[in-house]
């Protein structure tokens, strides 16, 4: 069972990254059926796997040109938020790059 559970996440992972709530509901279902099995479940193997929901609020555009703001669930993976950390860390280096090139100039 444990396998078809893998196959689904490793799909929509890949094939339908789009799909956060689908696949994060399909994670939360995998870890019900781990508990119920009590001590011969893992449930270990969510801490790496399970999204943080994050609210967040996205402008919206009326007919009449006005803006209106929504509120939203959005999911947030571990892979993802690898990623996330990396250009975070990438920009402060740029950042940091230029502000050295900069202050060189005045010298």
Known sequence: ME???DRANTCYKDSTPELKEERATLLE?????????????????????LP??????????????????EEYID???PE???????????AAYKWKNQKVATSKDYD
Do not use: A, C, H
């Open 3 to 5: 396998e078809i559970f």
């Open 29 to 49: 279902d995998w870890l019900k059926m781990e508990t119920s099995f009590g001590k011969l479940g893992d449930v270990s193997v969510f801490n790496s796997k």
């Open 52 to 69: 943080k929901k994050l609210k967040k609020i996205k402008p919206i555009t009326r007919e009449d040109g006005s803006t209106e703001y």
């Open 75 to 77: 999911y947030l993976y």
């Open 80 to 90: 993802e938020s690898q990623t996330t950390n990396l250009k975070i860390l990438e």
